[in-house]
């Protein structure tokens, strides 16, 4: 079976962005996400799919290496997709490619040649810019065009310490090659891209995977595990736990698929405890890019702290006993090494089940007196029992009442949501109130000593008309300061989006919900399991 799943969107933007390409509109792209979130499944899949006589595709895994082995990956890769389609029997060795191609485009060739014969001298002065013009060349002896992936492309900064300013001299004007790049190093890339390659003329389009929501994820397991019988809360927390990451999934629903109904405590088990586990061994090894660092130790206390639920730096320098100056260098660090990601006052580790191994499996073995793996296990399965537990609970409570207790929690802290900064405020007082509105009727009224929060909750995609009604309900509240929510499980369409605007309405869909309540360590809401009314 493909691993390749969904992701319809990303592909209809590959596909038009390619089509623009063909018609004389070029827009670079550059995919990032997470590690394993599935950048290169998709590329691959795209370029499987789409074929088009008039353009030579490209793709190239990049991976720390010198610049002659990466000039005879791409000469090869380049003149191997060139012959592709021409019934000829081809070998991968660039010097049989050469040799083929020098019939059809004999000045590229010769180009490609010369690059070569330079590298023999050690002559590497603009050699990743001549490369890259070999499209150009391409496209002189025969109209072609070029489209290159490269995959991981922050690891081309390995070729030389000014590859990224070279290259972005070339995308100036280089009309007739188009790039693809991904990174999974997506601080590292967002920089990259930002000081380097924001042009005027051949800038990217940052594309940003994200792990599947609720519903795709429900529908991955579905498909993964026919013929087998899921109780519908396992696979509620499943698609909890694993954050819909498709690598998490797909181990998951392999082990289920072998094994047919096994024991998931047992499962998870032998995953994040056992030593031997798959994702034991994964996370171990990924700690070891701390050890030889300088106050290692500090570094991973912050991590297992961020892990625990004390999420801000206000919070880890109270745990630790330090100046939240002193450890703001070391948070600088791990944000720039893709371990957590900030937003607004919050910190959170990047990977859920990383995250979850750092708190019951890596911190308690650390702070273990003795080497009894046996209540070291019975720790983890008592915590991972009260995880699915408080899931299990949570997802039978009305919303009203998960709304209530997320409220409770807020502290004054400050995210960006919806392209905007906003205070969650420390609420004096939050109760049910019904709302005079055939479509929004349960909601609740929370007030802080500035201001006043109205929240509507609506099960159904939001309308137009909700937004405006909702506006004129929340008039009869008198208040200086009022801050007006509308929580929807569903998505909220263009139109919508724009009238709460104009209202000054904030709308929140499932997916900043379930981010606020990781925030604050609260069971996400999985839409298929939630109550509604209470």
Request: hydrophobic share 40%; charged share 25%; net charge positive.
């Amino acid at each position: 079976m493909s691993d390749f799943f969904d992701r319809h969107v990303c592909l209809e933007l590959l596909t038009k962005r390619m089509s623009g390409f063909k018609e004389g509109y070029r827009q670079n792209i550059a995919i990032i996400g997470d590690e394993f979130i599935g950048k290169t499944t998709l590329v691959c899949a795209f370029l499987n799919k789409y074929y088009d006589p008039r353009i030579i595709t490209i793709y190239l895994e990049n991976r720390p290496e010198t610049l002659e082995s990466f000039a005879r990956r791409f000469i090869g890769v380049l003149f191997y997709s060139f012959l592709r389609n021409s019934d000829m029997e081809l070998k991968e060795h660039v010097e049989f490619l050469l040799d083929k191609s020098s019939r059809y485009v004999p000045a590229t060739t010769e180009k490609a040649r010369m690059i070569l014969v330079a590298l023999r001298k050690r002559k590497k002065h603009a050699i990743f810019t001549d490369l890259l013009k070999l499209c150009d060349s391409i496209h002189h002896e025969t109209g072609k065009l070029c489209a290159v992936v490269f995959d991981e492309f922050h690891n081309l900064e390995s070729l030389s310490a000014t590859v990224f300013a070279e290259w972005s001299k070339l995308l100036v004007v280089q009309k007739s090659t188009m790039y693809i790049i991904t990174s999974s190093r997506r601080a590292k890339a967002k920089t990259i891209l930002s000081k380097h390659l924001s042009l005027l003329f051949g800038n990217f389009e940052i594309v940003g995977l994200e792990p599947f929501d609720a519903k795709t994820s429900e529908q991955y397991l579905t498909q993964r595990l026919e013929g087998i019988a899921l109780d519908a809360n396992w696979r509620n927390f499943l698609i909890h736990f694993t954050g819909g990451h498709p690598f998490y999934l797909k181990t998951l629903a392999d082990i289920l698929q072998k094994a047919g109904d096994p024991d998931l405590v047992d499962m998870l088990e032998n995953l994040l405890f056992e030593p031997s586990g798959l994702l034991h061994q994964r996370f171990s090894n990924y700690l070891k890019k701390f050890i030889d660092i300088p106050s290692s130790q500090e570094y991973l206390a912050i991590l297992y702290h961020i892990a625990s639920g004390h999420n801000t730096l206000k919070s880890i320098a109270h745990a630790l006993g330090k100046a939240q100056k002193e450890l703001s260098k070391k948070v600088l660090y791990l944000l720039e090494s893709d371990c957590i990601s900030r937003t607004g006052d919050f910190l959170t580790v990047n990977d859920r089940v990383f995250n979850f191994w750092l708190q019951f499996v890596y911190k308690e073995k650390l702070q273990s007196l003795t080497f009894d793996a046996k209540n070291q296990k019975e720790f983890f399965r008592k915590h991972l029992g009260t995880m699915i537990s408080e899931f299990s609970q949570s997802s039978q409570k009305p919303m009203l009442e998960r709304m209530i207790e997320l409220l409770r929690a807020f502290e004054n802290e400050v995210i960006p949501l919806e392209r905007k900064k906003i205070r969650l405020d420390h609420f004096q007082e939050i109760k049910p109130v019904s709302l005079n509105n055939k479509n929004l009727k349960n909601g609740l009224i929370g007030r802080s000593l500035e201001s006043v929060w109205i929240v509507a909750i609506k099960p159904e995609p939001i309308t137009e008309d909700d937004i405006v009604e909702f506006s004129k309900e929340c008039r009869k509240f008198r208040n200086k300061l009022q801050r007006k929510v509308i929580i929807t499980l569903q998505d909220t369409d263009a139109n919508a989006r724009l009238k709460a605007m104009e209202e000054k309405v904030w709308t929140w869909d499932i997916a900043n919900l379930n981010r606020l309540l990781d925030f604050y360590s609260q069971p996400r809401i999985i839409a298929n399991n939630t109550a509604v009314l209470p």
